[in-house]
C-alpha cells in the first residue's frame, strides 16, 4: 500500500458525511506505519473504542470506512475467524459499518469478522503472532494469501458501497 496523508484519508470516507471525516480521528504516526506490508490501514479512536476505522487502496484510490464494534463482554473471550485473512484467534470482532449514502443515512448497515487490532496484513504475512493454531497450514503460496486478503476486503467495501 503506498503512505497516506490525513487529507487524502480523511477525503476517502466513504459512509461517513464530509463533516464527520474532518472530525474523526486519524493516528498522527502515519509516516512510521510499515506501508509496504499494510493491504489496508486500521486503527482505533483512542477516545471512543467502539469506533475504528480502515482505509484501503482499491482499484488505485483509496476508500475509507468507518466501522463499530461491540464493547466486549468479560468472560466471553472465544476464538473466531477473521473473514477479510482468515486468521483464527480469540482476538476477532463483530465489525459494522453504515452502509454508503442514502441506505446509510436510513440506518442499514454490513457487518463482518475482522481482526480487533485490524493487522490483518501483518498476521498473513507472519510479522505477527496470533498465537498457536491462529494460521492453518495451507499450500497457498504467501502471494496468494495477500490476493486473497485484499479480496476479501474489496468484497466487504463493494458490500458497504452498494
Request: some cysteine.
Amino acid at each position: 500500500m503506498k503512505p497516506l496523508t490525513e487529507h487524502e484519508i480523511r477525503t476517502a470516507f466513504v459512509n461517513c458525511t464530509k463533516g464527520q471525516a474532518k472530525r474523526l480521528y486519524v493516528p498522527r504516526d502515519l509516516a512510521d506505519r510499515p506501508w509496504d506490508d499494510l493491504d489496508f490501514l486500521g486503527w482505533h479512536d483512542p477516545q471512543a473504542p467502539d469506533r475504528a476505522y480502515l482505509v484501503a487502496e482499491l482499484d488505485g484510490h483509496p476508500s475509507a470506512l468507518a466501522l463499530r464494534r461491540p464493547s466486549p463482554v468479560a468472560g466471553q473471550a472465544r476464538r473466531g475467524m477473521c473473514s477479510i485473512c482468515l486468521t483464527t484467534h480469540s482476538d476477532v470482532s463483530l465489525m459494522v459499518a453504515p452502509k454508503a449514502g442514502k441506505a446509510g443515512q436510513q440506518g442499514n448497515s454490513v457487518g463482518t469478522y475482522l481482526c480487533a487490532d485490524l493487522a490483518c496484513s501483518l498476521y498473513v504475512r507472519g510479522k505477527r503472532d496470533a498465537g498457536a493454531g491462529a494460521r492453518l497450514h495451507e499450500s497457498l503460496t504467501l502471494e496468494e494469501k495477500i490476493e486473497r486478503t485484499v479480496a476479501n476486503l474489496a468484497a466487504f467495501v463493494a458490500r458497504v458501497t452498494a
